[in-house]
C-alpha cells in the first residue's frame, strides 16, 4: 500500500536549517509529483513545495520563497526539503505526499522553531 514516512525534523534555533526526508512506497515514485505539506497547531494543512517528475518545483507560500528547497532522488524514493533561515513560524507538523490523489497521510515530522 502507499506509504510515507517522513524525518528530519527537531528543534532548531530563528535561522537555524533542517533538512526534511521523506520515503515513499507503494506506488511508481518517478511518475508522480511530490509535495511537502505543514500542518500548525490550530490551523489548516498547507501546501509548502511540489516537485514535478521532470524535476522542476514550485514553493508556496511567498512565506518560504527563497528559503525552502525540495528536491528528489527517484532511486531512492525519497523527496527532501531544505529549509534554512527558518523563523518561529516556521513551526509546523511537516508531510509529504504524492500529486495528485494524495491519501495514505504518514505521521509527519515535528519541526520546532525557538530560542
Known amino acids: 500500500q502507499v506509504q510515507f514516512v517522513e524525518s528530519g525534523g527537531g528543534l532548531v534555533q530563528p535561522g537555524g536549517s533542517l533538512r526534511l526526508s521523506c520515503a515513499a512506497s507503494?506506488?511508481?515514485?518517478?511518475?508522480?509529483?511530490m509535495s511537502w505539506y505543514r500542518q500548525a497547531p490550530g490551523k489548516e494543512r498547507e501546501l509548502v513545495a511540489r516537485i514535478f517528475s521532470t524535476g522542476s518545483s514550485i514553493n508556496y507560500p511567498d512565506s518560504v520563497k527563497g528559503r525552502f528547497t525540495i528536491s528528489r532522488d527517484n532511486a531512492k524514493n525519497t523527496v527532501y526539503l531544505q529549509m534554512n533561515s527558518l523563523k518561529p513560524e516556521d513551526t509546523a507538523v511537516y508531510y509529504c505526499n504524492k500529486f495528485p490523489d494524495p491519501n495514505s497521510w504518514g505521521q509527519g515530522t515535528q519541526v520546532t522553531v525557538s530560542s
Open positions: 507503494g506506488f511508481t515514485f518517478s511518475r508522480y509529483a
